[in-house]
């Protein structure tokens, strides 16, 4: 049920390669593992692109894209998972990430207070970036195992769902 719902939802990769702005890119969308809806691919682009959804740097996307024809995964589901961090999103994940890397290197959160200068804004990047990138990682690693781990028992529980429902069925006939 997973692998054909996925089916339905994803653009083909024939659609994919209409697409103007991937003509430079046809050499290496031929790979069938790109596009491929098993479970152990699809599972390894959702936590990819989770991951990559964490790095607080506007190239979600294009990272998405290469590091799924890199390691052979799913690619328009990295790349949408990857979207996890959109603008309605990004506020509180960084956030939050920043509050993690706080607490991990012990340090104290700030008063709250912003100068609009570039001088103030300089030294609060200067003080926010080390427990920004560290509460990324703690939290992009965390959040893509525990999805990679939740989606792989939904999958499976489902797969076993329907051979058991086939099953019974095939009895009955």
């Not at 390691?71 to 956030?95: D, E, Q």
């Amino acid at each position: 049920m997973p692998r054909r719902t996925l089916s339905k939802i994803l653009p083909s990769q024939a659609q994919i390669k209409r697409r103007w702005f991937l003509r430079p890119f046809r050499a290496v969308l031929h790979d069938p593992a790109l596009w491929a809806t098993h479970r152990r691919n699809v599972l390894r682009a959702v936590a990819a692109g989770i991951l990559i959804g964490f790095i607080p740097f506007p190239i979600h996307t294009a990272l998405a894209g290469v590091v799924a024809v890199m390691m052979r995964m799913n690619l328009p589901v990295a790349i949408l998972t990857s979207w996890l961090s959109n603008p309605l999103t990004f506020g509180p994940i960084y956030y939050g990430a920043y509050r993690v890397g706080l607490l991990v290197l012990g340090m104290p959160p700030d008063d709250g207070t912003i100068e609009f200068t570039a001088a103030g804004i300089a030294e609060d990047m200067g003080r926010a970036w080390k427990p920004l990138l560290v509460g990324c990682a703690i939290c992009g690693v965390s959040i893509a195992g525990a999805s990679y781990f939740a989606l792989n028992r939904a999958w499976i529980y489902l797969a076993r769902r329907r051979f058991h429902r086939r099953d019974v069925e095939r009895r009955r006939a």
